[in-house]
Structure formats: C-alpha cells, structure tokens
C-alpha cells in the first residue's frame, strides 16, 4: 500500500536559518503530493503541492519538487522564521475514482516533523 | 465561507459512554473524511464519504460509526468509548486535489 516518510524530527533551527525537511513516497500509479502545516492548536492547512512529476510547489517561501526518479518531495525554505514554528507533514492522494473502486482521494500521511525556531 | 466546522473543541468522556462529534462543511463539497490524530504520529483516517448517503470505512473504522444525510454534515459517533480512542480528531472535505480541515476536537477517555 501507499506509504510516506519524513525525516525524523524535532528540528530546531535559529531563525534565518535554512530548512530541509526530508520526505519519500511509495505509491502505486501517479499520486498528487503535499504538503500540509499545523499550528499550534489548530488543524492542518495545506501549504503547497504538486500533482505530476518535475512540478513545483511553491508557498510563504516554502517549496518542493515532485522528484519521480528518486521518489521525493522535500520541502526547503531558504530562511526560516519564528512564525514558521509548527508541525509539518508530508502527505499523498491517490486520484478519486467512482463508486466500486479502491481509490477515494484519501491522504496518506507521513509522521509528521516538529519544527521549531528561535529567535 | 465558514469552511469545515467541527463541536465540540474538546471533550472528556468516561469509559462506556457514548457521543457525537459534529461536523458541518459549506463549500458543497461531496468528498468528507473523519482522521484521528495520536501523539507524534500522522492522521489515519476513519471513515469517509463521497456523497449523501455513501459512506465506508477507512484505515481504523472499529468503535466508530458515521452517517451522511446530508452533503453538509458529517457526524461521527463513538458508541462505548474507550481509553484508546483517546485522540484528537479532525473532520475534512474535499475538492478536486485539496483537502480542507476543521480545527479539530480533543477527545480524552478516561
């Protein structure tokens, strides 16, 4: 079945820093990638995707590539905030398919990694 | 928009008893889903729904049931609850490629 990694975290990062945060997938067929954020207290909000390989998501700095050759989507910031403080978690979808069939647009999600930034 | 709203934000429920988590989207969304969140790990999902009246289960639908008589709601409801259903839940719908979620409910079974 379909599965995602994420680099094991806590990550703690002095703002201004650069981030990485490491994800791979397995999946059957050609699944959509995200990323999501969840805020202290709060539930997740999508922070960008990309649904075919070599695209691109892009959002509040954040970016990763749909990398299909080594099956990937890192996400990489280029200077990190306080604000930016939060759980991350990488995440796939299967594209929906009718009634009867094994495939309901449902997420898989990676563990999820805490980031946290100081000042 | 509201978006997906979820009642109650948190909840403590003794063992054996039962309840209802509501949920309410107003984007018209026919795809709704039921994840629960344990500590340090990522969302498993419960049950979900493609429509009115379509429902099944997902990953860990035991202890749970859901209903969807409407394209707006989505309850879930835990019948004799458990300290194992202690979690946070979260309630989401969906459009084309984007899931959208509520704020969650904090369960505490004790």
């Known amino acids: 079945g379909d599965s995602v990694t994420q680099m094991e975290g806590p990550v703690t990062l002095s703002e201004e820093a650069f981030l990485t945060i490491n994800c791979t997938y397995t999946?059957?067929?050609?699944?959509?990638l995200f990323w999501y954020v969840q805020y202290p207290g709060e539930g997740l909000q999508l922070l960008l995707k990309?649904?075919?390989?070599?695209d691109k998501g892009s959002n509040k700095g954040f970016e990763a590539t749909y990398r299909k050759e080594t099956t990937s989507f890192h996400l990489e910031k280029g200077s990190v905030q306080v604000s930016d403080s939060a759980v991350y978690f990488c995440?796939?979808?299967?594209?929906?398919?009718?009634?009867?069939?094994?495939?309901?647009?449902?997420?898989?999600f990676g563990q999820g990694t805490i980031l946290t930034v100081h000042p | 928009n509201a978006g997906v709203t979820q009642t109650p934000k948190f909840r403590i429920l003794k063992i054996g008893q039962s309840m209802t988590l509501q949920c309410t989207q107003d984007?018209?969304?026919?795809?709704m889903y039921w994840y629960r969140q344990d500590p340090g790990m990522g969302l498993k999902l419960i049950y979900y729904?493609?429509?009115?009246?379509?429902?099944d289960k997902g990953e860990v639908p035991n202890g749970y049931n859901v209903s969807r008589s409407t394209t707006e709601d989505f309850p879930l409801r835990l019948e004799l609850a458990a300290p194992s259903q202690t979690s946070v839940y979260f309630c989401?719908?969906?459009?084309?490629?984007?899931?959208?979620f509520g704020p969650g409910t904090r369960l505490t079974v004790l």
């Open positions: 989401a719908s969906s459009y084309g490629n984007t899931q959208y």
């Open positions: 999946a059957t067929g050609y699944p959509s």
């Open positions: 990309a649904t075919k390989a070599d």
């Open positions: 995440a796939l979808r299967d594209p929906p398919s009718d009634a009867g069939g094994t495939s309901y647009g449902k997420l898989t």
């Open positions: 984007m018209n969304h026919n795809y």
């Open positions: 729904s493609v429509g009115a009246g379509i429902t």
